[in-house]
């Protein structure tokens, strides 16, 4: 979970009145059988039991509804692995969950998922690097695009790396897991 836990280091500089809480549920992990079945990789039945249990806790604990009396939106930040993460936007949106491996995610990139008053999820993005420079997308890479997106000129405007206005800026209310 190294990486997870140096992501959330790296977005957490830039959002200092978030709280961050540390969450063993999304740990990386293989959730539930893929389907179709892929060649090669294939772990013990007992990983998904272990894992799966886990990764569907970690779901219920973070996609959830709004509270009716909310008046404003609210954001969760979760830094996690793919495996986590493709798994969380198949249960959200309902997709049969067997199909998660069948999404591709780069190493720190964003997915922005929605949770409608009503329950129902929308996907935003999925795995969205456009905020890094092309090549060896990384962890530095995301550190100096915070630092340029966040803290310097605003999304969309001609000093931002990403230039299409689509950099998340996150209330005070947010909390980073």
Partial sequence: MTGAIDTTAVVSEHLPGVSKVS?????????????PPVSHWKPEAVR????????????RNHTHRADAKQQEDSYVICSCHANVIRYLVCRALPFPPE???RLSLKDSS???????????????ALGDTGFMPPAGQDLPLLRAAWRTCSLGP???SPGCRHGRGSFPV???QAALR
Avoid: M, N, T
């Fill in 170 to 172: 996150f209330p005070p």
């Fill in 110 to 124: 964003i997915s922005h998922l929605v949770v409608r008053p009503g329950g129902r999820g929308a996907l935003r």
């Fill in 48 to 59: 998904y039991y272990e894992a799966g249990a886990r990764i569907e806790a970690a779901f």
């Fill in 23 to 35: 969450a063993d549920l999304r740990r990386e992990g293989a959730p539930i059988e893929p389907d």
């Fill in 154 to 156: 605003q999304p969309g």
């Fill in 99 to 101: 199909v998660w491996l």
